[in-house]
Every structure is written in C-alpha cells, then in structure tokens.
C-alpha cells in the first residue's frame, strides 16, 4: 500500500490501507480477488456501502483508495463511471471555533496547570491554526526564532504541501519556556511522557480534559485572521489550505452571530 500511495501524507496512506483491506475482505467473502477487480465488483462494493448506511464522505475516501489501487495495477477501467452517493455541499456556516471568553478560560487552565509543554502546544495551535498531524509531525530544525521574530517550516501538511508559518510573541515565548526544560534526545519538538514523538491523538486527548479539540483551535486562528480584516487567499496560505473555498467559510456567520442579529433586530 506504501507504493499506491507514493506522494500522499502518513495519515491518507493509513486510510488508503485501511479501505484497501475492507475491501479485499469484502471481495473473498463473496468469492472474488483482490487481484483480480471488475468494474462490477467495484459498482457492487459501493452498493453495498450505501447499504450499510456509510456517510458520502466516507464512501468517497473508499472511492479514492479504490483509484488509486487500480491505476497502480493499471486497471483503470474498473473504476471508471461508478455510481455514488452525491456528497453533501458544505453548508454557507463558519466551522466551529471558540468564543473570547472560551478561548480566554483554555488559556488561563492550561498555564495555571505550569506543564510547559502543554501550554506552548496549545499557544500554537491557537496562535498558528496548525493541524494536530503537523504539530505532531514538526521537529526541532522546524523552528527557527529569535526574540523579535520566527518562523515555523510545515514540511508534511496535507496533501503533502510544505508552508512557512510565523509564529507570533506569544508562541514564541511559550516554545522557549519549554525548549528551555525540554528533555529527551531526538529530532521531534515535542515528545510524549515516554519521550517519544507526540501523537495527534495524545493531543486530542489533552485538548478533551478542557472541553475542546484541536479542530476548534484551528478554527479560532482562522476565523479571527478573517473577521480581523485579512484577505482570503493570505489566510489560505497560512492555513495551507490547497481550495481558497474552504477558507471562504470563515467570513460566514457563525450560529452564535445570527442569533445574537436577531435578537438585536427583534423589539
């Protein structure tokens, strides 16, 4: 599978494996070959799929996996005219991201908990809209800092696109507080309790014991970049959004701004 996926992230090579064998599974129970695919047993695989109530979205990363395998096969008509479930258009909304007074109170528990590697995680995912996989992924030689100005080097984002992403005075501070104490050998930046790369799910967990996720974080940087007056394409770049588009969502209301217009409008 490491092969079909040349060129794609860590995590899409998993999921394309993971597809992969579901699908060679699902294939002998019905007497069929992984090496040896039809159109028909692909358009039956993905019948049966919606059968089994599977969301568009996920019957789409089953679809790339599928294309990806029969063109490394070179197979390609297997997959060709498939009819799928139509995904969903996204709704006009912005993600869900945290209010001040959220964002203000994850600040104050995270500092008056004095673990320096966890305060200088969250102020950068807050203050950068890095996704947990590239927090995860960055190593020391990433960072690059001085008291006045740095800069963080993104070398596996999604899609595999590389970005330089300034870190503002507060991540700086917060990384050199815990680079200061950091102990354990290797390149990762930030190591988990067996002094080992952190793992995005390891950071997710933390993240849960304060009510919020990495995704909201994320979308916090986001939304304030855009509310704040900067254009589109720039927070694109900083997000390292490959489709301006999904950038576009955080100049949306969000539900808790249409709610507050109409209690406003209504007297």
Same mark, same amino acid.
């Given at each position: 599978?490491a092969?079909? &996926? @040349?060129g794609?992230?860590e995590?899409?090579a998993?999921t394309?494996g993971?597809? @992969? ?6 294939l002998q129970? %019905?007497?069929? $070959?992984?090496?040896?695919i039809?159109r ?5 695989y ?7 109530r599977? $969301?568009? &979205?996920? +019957?789409?990363k ?6 990806a395998? &029969?063109?490394?096969?070179n ?5 060709q005219? +498939?009819?799928r ?6 709704k ?5 991201s ?8 994850l600040?104050?528990?995270?500092e008056?908990?004095?673990n ?8 950068? *995912? /807050? ?6 996989s590239? /927090?995860s %992924? *960055?190593?020391?030689?990433d960072?690059?800092?001085s008291d ?9 984002g999604k899609?595999?696109i ?9 991540v700086?501070? $917060? /990384? ?5 104490g ?10 988990s309790?067996r ?5 995005p799910?390891t950071?997710?967990q933390? *993240?849960?014991?304060?009510g919020?996720?990495?995704?909201? *974080? ?5 939304r304030? /970049? ?11 770049e900083?997000? %390292?959004h490959?489709?301006v588009?999904?950038t576009r969502r955080?100049a949306?209301?969000?539900y ?11 007297f």
């Open positions: 599978m092969q079909i &996926a @040349m794609k992230s995590l899409t998993k394309y993971f597809s @992969m064998a579901q699908f060679a599974e699902w129970a %019905g007497g069929g $070959s992984i090496k040896r039809t028909h047993d692909v358009q039956s993905f019948v049966y799929l919606d059968t089994q599977k $969301s568009p &979205a996920t +019957i789409e089953n679809f790339a996996a599928l294309v395998y &029969a063109n490394f096969v197979c390609p008509h297997a997959v005219n +498939i009819r479930p139509a995904v969903r258009k996204t006009n909304i912005a993600p869900k945290l209010t001040r007074n959220e964002r203000n109170r600040l104050r528990e995270v008056q908990s004095g320096l590697r966890n305060i200088a995680m969250v102020y950068l *995912l /807050l203050y950068t809209g890095l996704r947990v590239e /927090l %992924g *960055l190593d020391l030689g960072v690059d800092m006045r100005k740095g800069k963080m080097e993104v070398r596996h899609g595999n590389a970005r330089s992403v300034p870190m503002p005075r507060e700086r501070y $917060s /990384l050199s507080r815990y680079l200061e950091r102990k354990g050998e290797g390149p990762a930046l930030f190591l309790s002094k080992k790369r952190i793992s799910r950071v997710e933390l *993240l849960q014991q304060y919020t996720h990495p995704h909201a *974080l994320r979308h916090t940087f986001c304030e /970049l855009v509310q704040s007056g900067v254009d589109i394409v720039t927070v694109a900083l997000a %390292g490959a489709d588009n999904v955080y949306s209301p969000t808790e701004q249409m709610s507050e217009a109409i209690e406003r409008a209504m």
